[in-house]
């Protein structure tokens, strides 16, 4: 089994800035991959951003490109988000999660997530 623990989230205006943090523990020799998802009031979950726990590569969403980045830290098991000039449309929840990543991409469909961190950005 594999804990995932988000935190970083809150308020912040658009145009600005927030860095969510993920630290993982358990079985983490197991994960291949590890990612941020998001769900907003009515819509469903969509992938944000993933990063390949030993190679490095990553996936962005279309919407964050640019302005998202996620990095990891293998030594302490964490993966943080830094997302920049935020807009009103990225409020939700933010979820991180493990998962695999196969020659199509990164899939979080049987992994795990966290409890989730709210993500909130005023007009």
């Known amino acids: 089994q594999v804990r995932l623990v988000e935190s970083g989230g809150g308020l912040v205006q658009a145009g600005g800035s927030l860095r969510l943090s993920c630290a993982a523990s358990g079985r983490t020799f197991s994960v291949d991959a590890m990612g941020w998802l998001r769900q907003a009031p009515g819509k469903e979950r969509e992938l944000v951003a993933a990063?390949?726990?030993?190679?490095?590569?990553?996936k962005y969403a279309d919407s964050v490109k640019g302005r998202f980045t996620v990095s990891r830290d293998n030594a302490k098991n964490t993966i943080d988000l830094q997302m920049n000039s935020l807009k009103p449309e990225d409020t939700a929840v933010y979820y991180c999660?493990?998962?695999?990543?196969?020659?199509?991409?990164?899939?979080?469909?049987?992994?795990?997530r966290g409890q989730g961190t709210q993500v909130t950005v005023s007009s």
């Open positions: 999660a493990s998962g695999v990543w196969y020659v199509s991409g990164p899939s979080f469909v049987n992994g795990y």
């Open positions: 990063i390949n726990w030993s190679g490095g590569r990553t």
